[in-house]
């Protein structure tokens, strides 16, 4: 008896009936009306459920035939695994959004017939094996959503309403004539037979014949540009209306599509083509697109498109259940992830993009709401990444390198506007319109973000992934953002003690390079935790994001595999961009930060793929057996990896987002997650660096890296904006990475590396210390300060020990760093570059002393006199930094002898160690005697002063006391040099340091919107237009 | 004037500058306890003339002749120091109005001891002919102390170098304390001061 | 521990070599241009005078500790870089520290005492101090480049950065000397000295008409003695560092003297010829021809020398 | 001549003709006129031309009704006329008139809110 | 220069004063005219330079003259225009608006004569004394020997000569009368 409930046809039965039965039931009882209606529903939902049990437990699928005669004869349904899934996420699908939409449904009973009957045709089409039902059940469909879409009168909708059914009957009426003549040339309209006929179809009538057929299907599925009515629908059309035209109707045409496929054989390369245009158009114009559901319009067709570039691409060339789980994991993001969104746009009924502000102030949307996008934009862990990782792999295991830069791009482009739209509405607008929280039913949104997770963690765990790992992050920070409630300084505790036993867990099971950036990366973020401490307020969602970053740092340095790496890389990208986003104003540069590490991300993606393509596995440590591409894919890695460091050119992001974040997560920024670039570079080299016989890409490497460095500097020294001014210096910085790591010899990396560890000691010093000038000033601005020294003389030294340390003056340990840069560049033969390093070097201290003086010495502002120190929980951090420093200084050995003995595994060692005698081919250097020596020379002069100052009278004067031409300084602020500091240099130099790659940059994205523009002039919003685009895009597609 | 920890007042000062400039009074050096270096560092600081290049009037013309071929004073010793921090020796160039005064007293004053000043011209003496000029100081001494004083209107450099040489050999016979002098008397100097400095806009003792 | 005791007298009496040298050499160089100008000029001895009369001055100031502590960087910078460069040549007495670093220690050393001095001045709080030490390290940085590269290109065709090994390879007659074996790189590093010595036309540092004197502003008394006694040891030690890596060291105190006054007398002669540059103007300069010839030094290292 | 041809034509191609003429005729009608209710009688053209193509289809010339029970043999089967299209005729116009019925509605809805029937009123949205 | 005055005379209450060289002379005007002549002045007559504005204590008349030299840099030819002022209340329009240099003048004028010019831009910012707590010092009311004698302390034993006596003895005896 269950067993007959539970029959597939039931669903259409169930439809009808209760169909029939509502009217009548509505006359007694209003109420029992929709209890009957979702009882339908639900059990509609429920046979689907019952199917993907069984048939998942590997059931036979069902074959349904009616009128007792058997196929072609009659109509059959057939009933498997992929139709029960998708009718069960359509029918739940439509079950929320009918929940939710209740109030307008119910209005009219008539309305509530009509959306059953829709699901039912839905169903339908998903399910019939016979042609002309197919037909039936789409015009059932067709004219189900006509109306529903007009159905609350609204002046717009009803043109778009018209505007569909003009392009739907021309559909539906070329798809009638194709089954017509297919039947006539085949005999049959089953589509099974039909497929197994298709010999049968010949000559211009079955050429015409498949051509109608196929147009009509795709016309129902959006391709670019016969598309411009559904986009009109999903603007106007109810929200709910629109996620269900969205996800579960073009749910069902894919499926009729993938059904039809084997006819259009003949027409695969053209529909793959269609799907890129579309994928690719749709985002441009999404680009331009301000109107929100019409945007999650562009974002919907462009989904589908790429689905259906994914089975074209892939159909018949992977294992069915491989294409299912690439194709099944985009879509089901896509049906939960969009549906969703429509729910949520049609909720806050805010109608454009500009108005969705404010929503840090109710947090759970915020949260729902930024889940559901990174669903959308393929971030971990949801879905969509695992699918389009998987899609990348085997695109490129398949030689499809075109598709897979098309791809790319698309998603890019996507990736912008919709974050964009998440940006933006983290922003925080004064009006009372919008400032307020806001209260809507967040049960269903809820409800897809869990699906969104769950499905993500199904798909992971059917793709083999290891998931311990992967999830762990994630659930710490969910874990913390429990106790979110806590006062700051607790969460900072917290998060600290957590990040101190993840680290020592983390750190037994590396070793090598990977122990050493373990160290380096974890220990230093655990020390620049303690700094967060000095702040007394709540800060909301920060730690929970801290604790994500840092463990996703984990998992990235633990990964073996290219997909750990990349799900880290992603997983660290959108941590640190949330934090980002923790400061005050830091949102368009942080967007700007988010958009190139999409793109750069992309770029690995892409060398993945490339690796996998060759070895077929995704170890990493099989990396170094490929054969072919390996300039391309190291070259690739290179430009992710360095946009991810802010080298020259893609550093556009930098300066903006160390400027505007919070003070203490800027010193992990620079300190820590810049470094996950040199990480990369490093695990590139490791294992790519041998199979790469050409130097060609080393040498350009090498040369961007100096002129980074040389460049990144002269910024410096220009800038007003104390972090800025940091921040170029840590492109700077960078650049000599990059040039070192160019090297690829022992001396290189082992240099690479001591900079990073110096870097992450002396940059994390200053950024700290200048965080609580910062904190006491409340202000950036350098010539805003000065003569803080007095106030603030621990700060000043750290600062002062961090100038030492980061312009190589002998005898801390910056020294060794360019000591061993020279050495190492001589060595390989690099002397120009080597030049242009002590350039860069030497501009080093103009910056640097303008930093020491605008800051700490020179006038003091009247306003300053009452500062006091740095908080201490900021001093802490200092001064365990400091003595490192120091450690390191008095002793490189302790220092470099690891980094030597971790690189030594890959190249051999050239450095030759006599006690703390450390010798290279060309030079020698003892850093301890050096230590000695110093002090020597300083302590003697030192106490020649001393000894003469017995004898003489001194004085301790104040700031003003100063010669003055024979006059008295008149304020601080005018007797203070520190406003535009060098512009003589400026004058001599500043012309090499125009703006010139964020004017680049400006014109790329003026003109990806010039083109969306450009692409958007199709869309005429005139029913005939698209009528005839419809004619002639059925005569191309004829005649092509 | 003072304060109670003997400090000067700045009553000059507004109350936000108070804390920019130093209150501190001057106290008189002792010359080395020890004769013999006394005599050494008077006789080198005798033959290291460091002047003070502040042209405080029009005799301040006189001054670069000195330095050319014709005179080189350099030979002597003597050189032009930028900034009163590193010159010993304020050579004031003849007449010097209230507003100069002013600026005289505050580079003398930021000059390092032993300081010797040299008043050059009758207008530093008694005003010459200025005698009558409601704007122009009758008598340097009443301001600052003064070692020498060439007169004449205008001495020639020749007179300049005499007066050098007077000054070398007062500094070697250590009758030059005009800078101790100038510190002993300090309320008598600044009441005179500020008798003609109306506009007292500057701490009491300029650092 | 007797070695270090040994070694650290040595070093004191190099120092006070040098620093005798250095300051006779300031006077010299003094009354040779007052004899230009037909002038007597200063006696020998008045560098001497007018360092121990600072000494012996009465009262001084002090803006805070990094004033105080200013001079005496400013003095170990030009100590330190004097200990890390062997001045004769197999004189163990004149050998210094050498052992403790090569070449590009010593070019890092001499940023120490700048550094120092930059913080000194800065804390004196005094505008035309900071103007001056903008002025200087602007300089510095593009006058940097041609010697930076000269020395690479004598690093490279000696094949080693130590100073006493670059000396080593240029015994054995004058043409052994880099400025003949390798003359493009000997002009670069000598159009850089101009600027390293401060001499006009680039002297807009010190600027005296114009910015007082600059960073020493407010630098007077024993302070100033202090920088007087660096100027004195930092020159000879620059010297020293030219004559070693280019013109072939220094075998006796006597070879060293005549080198070193040689050498010296270079950016004397321009200074007295020429007007003073303005900071763009000089940068500009530097990175102009003479970055050039230090280009072409090395490719001539490359190219024909190591061929 | 002409006629001649004609009238030896087969009667299904006569009506295949005619479809495709009604076909395109509507095709026409909605492609150039504006007025909706011009349209909506376009589409309902285009559909009669479309169920005239279907019925051609499935016309034999000299084949008889297919009226079949188990009495008629076998071979017999291939002397009747195909009798599926005519079936899916009838679902289709059914399916036409519904679809008709549904742009009338719209069209009044249309004239009711816009008071205009023309489709060029109907741009508000494009991009 | 004539027709020059002819033509402000059609068009101003002006008198002509004197005319001291072909191409310099004087005028005099009202204190409320002074601002529309010069204005004409400088705008139709190409009067455009201003080279001073000097004031002239008559305290005989008990009156302040005000002269403004106006240059006419085409024909080379300067004109004066005398305002006459009240001395007991000596208020004069500013003209700074005309020059931007008249704003010196007048304070400098403000300072040393005590003229007031409303409107004037820093009028009353100190020109070239330090706190000066006097009357102006160049009104012939001001004695500077008294103030001297009070003010500085003056050393003894200075000896003043008669510079006209001195001249005839000493310097050139037997010259002159």
């Not at chain 1, 060339?317 to 969009?338: E, P, Q, R």
């Not at chain 1, 990235?556 to 941590?575: D, I, P, R, V």
């Not at chain 1, 020491?852 to 500062?867: A, P, Y």
Request: net charge neutral; proline share 4%.
């Amino acid at each position: 008896m269950v067993n007959e409930l539970l029959n597939p046809i039931i669903i259409i039965i169930v439809a009808l009936a209760t169909g029939f039965l509502l009217p009548i039931v509505d006359k007694k009882n209003k109420s029992f009306t929709v209890v009957l209606f979702f009882m339908a529903l639900i059990w509609i939902g429920l046979i689907a459920l019952n199917g993907v049990v069984n048939f998942s437990s590997g059931a036979v699928a069902v074959e349904v035939i009616t009128a007792g005669i058997s196929p072609p004869f009659s109509i059959n349904l057939q009933f498997g695994l992929f139709e029960s899934v998708i009718i069960l996420a359509t029918t739940l699908i439509a079950i929320m959004t009918a929940w939710l939409m209740l109030d307008q449904l119910k209005e009219n009973v008539s309305t509530l017939v009509l959306f059953l009957i829709w699901v039912m045709g839905i169903d339908g089409m998903i399910m019939t094996r016979d042609i002309f039902n197919l037909f039936i059940f789409i015009e059932i469909t067709a004219i189900c959503s006509f109306v529903l879409t007009g159905f609350n009168h609204n002046s717009n909708a009803l043109s778009a309403g018209f505007k569909a059914i003009i392009a739907g009957t021309l559909a539906s009426s070329f798809f009638l004539l194709g089954v017509m003549f297919l039947y006539y040339q085949t005999g049959t309209l089953n589509i099974d037979d039909m497929v197994n006929n298709q010999s049968l179809i010949t000559g211009v009538i079955g050429h015409a014949a498949l051509v109608m057929v196929l147009t009509g299907v795709l016309i129902e599925l959006k391709p670019y540009p016969i598309n411009g009515w559904a986009l009109d629908v999903y603007q106007s059309a109810p929200s709910g209306i629109a996620a269900m035209m969205s996800v579960s109707v073009s749910a069902a045409y894919l499926f009729v599509f993938y059904k039809l496929l084997p006819l259009f054989q003949a027409w695969v390369p053209m529909i793959t083509l269609i799907a890129g245009l579309t994928f690719v158009v749709s985002n441009f114009i999404g680009l331009k697109q301000t109107v929100v559901k019409r945007l999650l319009g562009y974002s919907s067709v462009a989904q589908i498109a790429l689905i259906i570039m994914a089975i074209t691409l892939l159909n018949g060339k992977v294992s069915v259940s491989l294409l299912a789980l690439i194709t099944g994991g985009l879509f089901l993001n896509h049906l939960l992830a969009k549906s969703a969104l429509f729910w949520l746009a049609g909720m806050l009924n805010k109608t454009h993009v500009a108005q969705w502000t404010n929503l840090k102030k109710s947090p759970v949307v915020l949260f729902l709401f930024g889940c559901l996008l990174a669903a959308l934009v393929g971030l971990p862990p949801f879905p969509a990444f695992w699918a389009k990782w998987e899609l990348m792999m085997q695109l490129a295991t398949h030689q499809q390198h075109g598709w897979m830069l098309l791809v790319l791009l698309g998603s890019l482009l996507e990736a912008v506007y919709l974050l964009r739209w998440f940006s933006g509405s983290l922003n925080d607008v004064k009006d009372e319109e919008s400032s307020s929280p806001i209260r809507i039913n967040t049960v269903t949104l809820w409800l897809s973000t869990v699906a969104l997770f769950v499905s993500g963690f199904t798909i992971s765990h059917l793709m083999g992934v290891s998931i311990t790992p992967l999830f762990a992050p994630i659930l710490a920070a969910l874990f913390l953002l429990l106790f979110d409630e806590l006062t700051g300084k607790t969460k900072a505790g917290i998060t600290c003690v957590i990040a101190v036993f993840y680290s020592y867990d983390i750190l037994l099971h590396l070793t090598g390079i990977n122990w050493i950036f373990g160290l380096m990366l974890l220990m230093g973020s655990c020390v620049f935790i303690l700094g967060s401490m000095y702040r007394d307020e709540q800060r909301r969602g920060y730690f929970p994001l801290l604790l994500l970053l840092i463990m996703s740092l984990g998992t990235l340095l633990q990964a073996k595999t290219s997909l750990n790496f990349f799900y880290g890389w992603e997983l660290m990208t959108m941590s640190s961009y949330l934090l980002m986003n923790c400061g005050k104003n830091a949102l368009k540069s942080s967007f700007i930060y988010l958009i190139f590490s999409m793109g750069a991300a992309y770029f690995i993606l892409f060398a993945f793929a490339l690796v996998f393509a060759q070895t077929g596995t995704i170890q990493l440590d099989a990396m170094n057996t490929i054969s072919q591409y390996q300039t391309l894919i190291f070259a690739c890695f290179m430009i992710g990896f360095l946009i991810k460091l802010g080298g020259l050119g893609f550093h556009v992001w930098l300066p903006g987002v160390y400027s505007e974040t919070e003070d203490d997560y800027t010193a992990i920024l620079s300190g820590v997650v810049s470094k996950v670039g040199v990480f990369g570079l490093l695990m590139a080299g490791t294992h790519l660096g041998q199979t790469i016989n050409d130097e060609m890409v080393f040498y350009v490497l090498g040369w961007l890296g100096v002129i980074t460095a040389l460049l990144g500097a002269l910024m410096a020294v220009f800038q007003e904006d104390v972090k800025k001014l940091l921040a170029y210096s840590s492109i700077g910085q960078m650049g000599y990475i990059v040039a070192c790591f160019a090297l690829m010899n022992h001396l290189g990396w082992v240099t690479a590396m001591y900079l990073s560890v110096n870097h992450l000691l002396y940059k994390g010093l200053i950024f700290l210390a200048i965080a609580g000038v910062i904190y006491r000033t409340q202000t950036t601005l350098m010539y805003k300060m000065g003569g803080l020294l007095k106030n603030m003389p621990m700060s000043f030294f750290s600062a002062l020990i961090g100038i030492i340390a980061i312009s190589g003056v002998p005898p801390l340990l910056g020294f060794g760093g360019k000591w061993m840069l020279y050495n190492a560049m001589i060595e390989k033969g690099w002397y120009f570059q080597a030049g242009m390093a002590f350039f860069a070097s030497a501009i080093a201290f103009l910056y640097l002393f303008r930093f020491i003086h605008t800051v700490f010495l020179g006038q003091r502002k009247s306003e300053h006199k009452e500062l006091v120190e740095a908080p201490f929980s900021l001093l802490i951090p200092q001064v365990l930094l400091i003595i490192a420093i120091m450690v390191f200084s008095l002793n490189a050995k302790w220092l470099i002898q690891p980094l030597s003995d971790a690189v030594a595994v890959y190249y051999p060692s050239t450095l030759t160690w006599t006690g703390t005698f450390l010798q290279t081919s060309q030079g020698y250097w003892d850093g301890y005697l050096v230590m000695n020596v110093v002090t020597g020379v300083f302590l003697l002069p030192l106490i020649i002063l001393l000894l003469v100052s017995t004898t003489t009278k001194i004085q301790k004067v104040k700031q003003f006391n100063i010669v003055y031409a024979a006059e008295r300084p008149d304020k601080p602020e005018t007797t203070h040099v520190a406003y535009n500091f060098y512009a003589f240099y400026e004058k001599a130099l500043g012309f090499w340091v125009k703006p010139r790659a964020t004017q680049f940059w400006n014109s790329v994205a003026e003109w990806s919107h010039t083109m969306g523009s450009a692409c958007r002039i199709l869309y005429t919003g005139n029913g005939q237009t698209y009528a005839s685009l419809i004619v002639l895009f059925f005569v191309i597609i004829y005649f092509v | 004037m003072k304060n109670e920890d003997n400090t000067f007042a700045n009553n000059g000062l507004l109350p936000e500058e108070m804390d920019l400039f130093c209150n501190a009074r001057p106290v008189p050096y002792e010359p080395y306890s020890i004769e013999v270096v006394e005599k050494f560092f008077n006789w080198m600081r005798a033959n290291s003339l460091w002047i003070m290049a502040f042209g405080t009037g029009c005799g301040a013309i006189e001054l670069n002749p000195l330095m050319t071929s014709r005179f080189d004073a350099n030979r002597y010793g003597i050189q032009v120091r930028p900034t009163p921090r590193q010159s010993s020796v304020f050579v004031i160039g003849g007449y010097s109005s209230v507003k100069t005064l002013k600026r005289i007293i505050r580079s003398y004053e930021q000059m390092q001891g032993p300081k010797f000043v040299l008043a050059l011209g009758i207008c530093t003496i008694n005003g010459g002919m200025y005698w009558d000029s409601y704007n122009t100081i009758k008598r340097l001494d009443h301001y600052i102390p003064v070692d020498v004083y060439i007169t004449g209107c205008m001495p020639r450099p020749e007179a300049l170098l005499s007066g050098f040489f007077e000054l070398k050999r007062k500094i070697k016979a250590g009758e030059c304390d005009g800078a101790n002098r100038y510190v002993k008397n300090l309320d008598w100097y600044k009441d005179n001061q500020k008798r003609v400095i109306k506009k007292w806009d500057m701490p009491d003792y300029n650092w | 521990m007797e070695y270090w005791i040994t070694k650290i007298a040595y070093y004191l009496l190099t120092v006070s070599i040098v620093m005798v040298y250095g300051l006779l050499l300031s006077a010299v160089i003094a009354k040779t241009m007052a004899r230009v100008q037909g002038r007597v000029g200063i006696p020998l001895y008045q560098p001497f005078i007018d360092i121990m009369k600072n000494f012996g001055n009465r009262t001084a100031i002090s803006h805070g500790i990094m004033f105080y502590l200013g001079p005496v960087f400013r003095l170990a910078g030009g100590l330190g870089t004097l200990a890390f460069i062997p001045v004769i040549y197999g004189s163990e007495m004149f050998s210094n520290f050498h052992f403790a670093g090569d070449i590009l220690l010593v070019m890092y050393f001499i940023f120490f005492g700048q550094l120092g001095m930059a913080l000194g001045a800065g804390e004196g709080g005094h505008p035309y101090s900071a103007i001056g030490i903008a002025r200087g390290l602007a300089q510095m940085t593009s006058y940097e480049v041609p010697f930076a590269l000269a020395v690479i290109a004598v690093v490279v065709q000696y094949d080693t950065a130590s100073i006493s090994q670059i000396v080593a390879a240029q015994q054995g007659g004058f043409m052994n000397w880099t400025v003949f074996t390798n003359p493009f790189a000997v002009a670069a590093a000598m159009l850089a000295f101009l600027g390293m010595t401060g001499y006009a036309p680039f002297d807009v540092v010190m600027a005296p008409n114009e910015i007082p004197i600059g960073p020493a502003t407010e630098f007077h008394s024993s302070y100033l003695s202090l920088m007087q006694i660096n100027r004195a040891i930092f020159a000879g030690a620059k010297l020293v560092l030219f004559m070693n890596l280019f013109f072939g060291g220094a075998g006796n105190l006597i070879e060293l003297v005549a080198k070193t006054w040689a050498i010296y007398m270079i950016p004397v002669i321009v200074g007295v010829a020429f007007p003073r540059f303005r900071v763009e103007q000089s940068v500009r300069f530097f990175l102009k021809i003479p970055t050039l010839i230090g280009v072409l030094a090395i490719f001539y290292v490359q190219y024909i020398v190591l061929k | 001549m002409v006629i001649e041809n004609i009238l030896q034509t087969p009667l299904s191609n006569i009506v295949l003709i005619t479809g495709f003429f009604l076909f395109t005729i509507g095709l026409w009608g909605v492609l150039t006129h504006s007025n909706i209710i011009r349209m909506i009688i376009g589409f309902s053209l285009i559909s009669t031309g479309i169920h005239l193509v279907m019925i051609s289809i499935g016309y034999l010339t000299n084949k008889t009704a297919p009226i079949i029970n188990d009495e008629i043999k076998s071979e017999l089967l291939t002397s009747v006329v195909d009798p599926v299209p005519s079936a899916l005729v009838l679902t289709s116009i059914v399916i036409s008139l519904g679809v008709t019925a549904v742009m009338l509605s719209y069209a009044i809805q249309i004239h009711q809110t816009k008071k205009t029937l023309s489709i060029n009123d109907c741009s508000e949205m494009k991009w | 220069m004539k027709s020059l005055i002819n033509r402000l005379t059609e068009q101003f209450k002006v008198s002509l004063e004197k005319q001291t060289k072909s191409d310099l002379c004087f005028i005099r005007v009202n204190k409320d005219d002074a601002e529309q002549l010069i204005r004409h002045c400088r705008d139709h007559e190409s009067y455009t330079h201003l080279s001073f504005l000097t004031a002239i204590d008559r305290i005989e008349d008990n009156k302040f003259t005000l002269t403004y030299l106006l240059h006419n840099y085409q024909s080379h030819q300067s004109l004066g225009v005398h305002v006459e002022l009240d001395r007991e209340n000596p208020v004069m329009h500013s003209l700074h608006r005309l020059w931007g240099q008249m704003a010196t003048y007048q304070r400098e004028l403000k300072e040393i004569y005590g003229i007031e010019f409303p409107g004037s831009p820093r009028l009353n910012d100190e020109f070239f004394l330090e706190g000066w707590d006097q009357i102006p010092p160049m009104r012939k009311e001001f004695s500077t020997v008294e103030f001297c004698e009070e003010r500085f302390p003056i050393r003894e034993g200075r000896q003043s000569t008669d510079a006209k006596q001195t001249m005839k003895v000493e310097i050139y005896p037997g010259r002159g009368e």
